[in-house]
């Protein structure tokens, strides 16, 4: 999977991608991460990436040029599956999301700032709009370093073990039951006895059903 990131400050994003799972994702060539400095492409004598919102009010707002000339750039070297756009008034990312997104071939992410970007960017070239949560942050760029993340380690090859990403919680609509490993006993607190049974079938029983109710505790809307 190829996947390009517009930013005005891909430090941010290449510091959270360069590491453990999405590093060893990368130098297996399993995923190709692009950063592209908007800044770059603006073709205003100070390099300027914003300006002034029309109608007054607080907050400056990204420019179309070098946000677009970026984007027309790239599009015409090879076809997007999604052009996203990180924003807090976007559908708000979910397991099912990142499942579907994993399964795409080259991904564009823009990333906004300040108010946000001029509404046309958004109505000429954006196809998907992603928020991480109800919560507004700086800029985008957590937000796809979240995104990016979450869809990578779904690529196969990437995790060790084939099967964990899908007995991840969430997965399923479940969250994942509590994990254990040595010492079997800590100061008198013991792992259940059942997962030291090497009884496979009651030990899967047993995670569906703290599975279960751990969701049901937790997240209950899930259920
Ligand atoms: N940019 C600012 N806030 C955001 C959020 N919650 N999700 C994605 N991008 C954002």
Same mark, same amino acid.
């Given at each position: ?10 430090? =941010? ?18 995923? $190709? ?5 908007? !800044? ?11 300006? /002034?919102?029309? #109608? ?6 990204? +420019? ?20 996203? /756009? ?18 795409? $071939? ?7 700032? /300040?108010?946000?970007?001029?509404? !046309? ?6 196809? $998907?709009?992603?928020?991480? #949560? ?7 760029? =957590? ?19 084939? +099967? ?16 254990? +490993?040595?010492?079997?006993? /800590?100061? #008198? ?5 059942? =997962?030291?049974? #090497?009884?496979? $079938? ?22």
């Amino acid at each position: 999977m190829r996947i390009d990131i517009l930013t005005i400050l891909p430090e =941010l994003i290449e510091g959270a991608l360069n590491h453990s799972i999405m590093k060893r994702a990368q130098d297996k060539g399993i995923a $190709k991460i692009h950063l592209h400095n908007i !800044r770059d492409y603006s073709t205003h004598r100070q390099k300027s990436v914003d300006d /002034y919102q029309y #109608g007054g009010g607080a907050g400056m707002v990204m +420019t179309i040029q070098p946000i677009a000339d970026c984007i027309e750039k790239l599009t015409l070297e090879r076809d997007y599956d999604e052009l996203i /756009y990180m924003t807090p008034d976007g559908e708000v990312l979910n397991q099912t999301t990142c499942n579907m997104m994993s399964l795409n $071939k080259n991904l564009l992410i823009l990333c906004g700032h /300040y108010k946000g970007v001029d509404q !046309r960017i958004r109505d000429l070239f954006i196809t $998907k709009e992603i928020s991480i #949560g109800s919560y507004v942050l700086s800029g985008g760029e =957590l937000g796809a370093a979240v995104l990016v993340d979450s869809i990578v380690r779904l690529l196969p090859g990437v995790l060790n073990d084939e +099967t964990s990403a899908l007995t991840d919680s969430f997965q399923d609509n479940l969250l994942a039951p509590p994990v254990y +490993t040595r010492p079997a006993d /800590y100061k #008198g607190h013991k792992v259940p006895d059942v =997962l030291l049974s #090497g009884n496979q $079938k009651l030990i899967e029983e047993w995670r569906m059903q703290k599975a279960i109710e751990t969701t049901k505790q937790k997240r209950p809307d899930l259920l």
